[in-house]
């Protein structure tokens, strides 16, 4: 069974910073894109960052500059995410597209920020 497993979200204050990880585990051949999606109440799945397996990453408007995101070109997907606000509260989600299964996510990790 493959499943893709998020730690790491929290609650923090406004300012501060947190680091998600998203382990990919089972019978995989291999991995290819990865990202991280956040939804919060009211509002739909959007994209916050994503990375190839090439290394090349892509951010939402709205975490540029604030946020990182890497792997550590195995199975695991990393999001540092500092100057947090609270607009970035939200049930966080990693998604991959893991050969020869397709796209698979996470089931989310809740991500707190207090004014």
């Known amino acids: 069974q493959v499943q893709l497993v998020e730690s790491g979200g929290g609650l923090v204050q406004a300012g501060g910073s947190l680091r998600l990880s998203c382990v990919a585990s089972?019978?995989?051949?291999?991995?290819?894109?990865m990202g991280w999606y956040r939804q919060a109440p009211g509002h739909q799945r959007e994209l916050v960052a994503a990375?190839?397996?090439?290394?090349?990453t892509n951010y939402a408007d709205s975490v540029k500059g604030r946020f990182t995101i890497s792997n550590n070109a195995k199975n695991t997907v990393y999001l540092q995410m500092n100057s947090l606000k609270p607009e970035d509260t939200a049930v966080y989600y990693c998604n991959g597209q893991i050969s020869p299964y397709g796209s698979l996510w996470g089931q989310g990790t809740q991500v707190t920020v207090s004014s």
């Open positions: 089972g019978s995989i051949h291999s991995i290819n894109d």
């Open positions: 990375i190839t397996s090439g290394g090349s």
